[in-house]
């Protein structure tokens, strides 16, 4: 059973910062594309950004040059550093990842169960 485990969530005011971390788990053979999506109650779920396995990285243009992706294969987690959080950052923000879990089919993309993320004014 694959999980994917999303932390580090909470309570911050704007201006502070947050780290969220993701790990997967279970029989995982690959992992390729990780993600961090977030949502607010009422709307569509959004991609903030996305890292690629070599690293290659996108960032929603409403967190560009505040928030960081990282992943550590070795470890099959993924991270989201958020810096000068504002309010309008509050959402519940879910991990998302492409692994591939057996040799020779086509891998699929697995969710976290989410992490709320509040920022205070």
């Known amino acids: 059973q694959v999980q994917l485990v999303e932390s580090g969530g909470g309570l911050v005011q704007a201006g502070g910062s947050l780290r969220l971390s993701c790990k997967a788990s279970?029989?995982?053979?690959?992992?390729?594309?990780m993600g961090w999506y977030r949502q607010v109650s009422g709307k569509q779920r959004e991609l903030v950004a996305n890292?690629?396995?070599?690293?290659?990285?996108y960032y929603d243009d409403s967190v560009r040059g505040r928030f960081a992706i990282s992943r550590d294969n070795a470890r099959n987690t993924v991270y989201l550093q958020m810096n000068s959080l504002k309010p309008e950052d509050t959402a519940v923000y879910y991990c998302?990842?492409?692994?591939?879990?057996?040799?020779?089919?086509?891998?699929?993309?697995?969710w976290g169960q989410g992490t709320q993320v509040t920022v205070s004014s």
């Open positions: 890292i690629a396995r070599d690293n290659n990285t």
């Open positions: 998302n990842a492409h692994l591939g879990t057996a040799p020779f089919i086509a891998g699929a993309y697995y």
């Open positions: 279970g029989r995982i053979l690959r992992i390729n594309d």
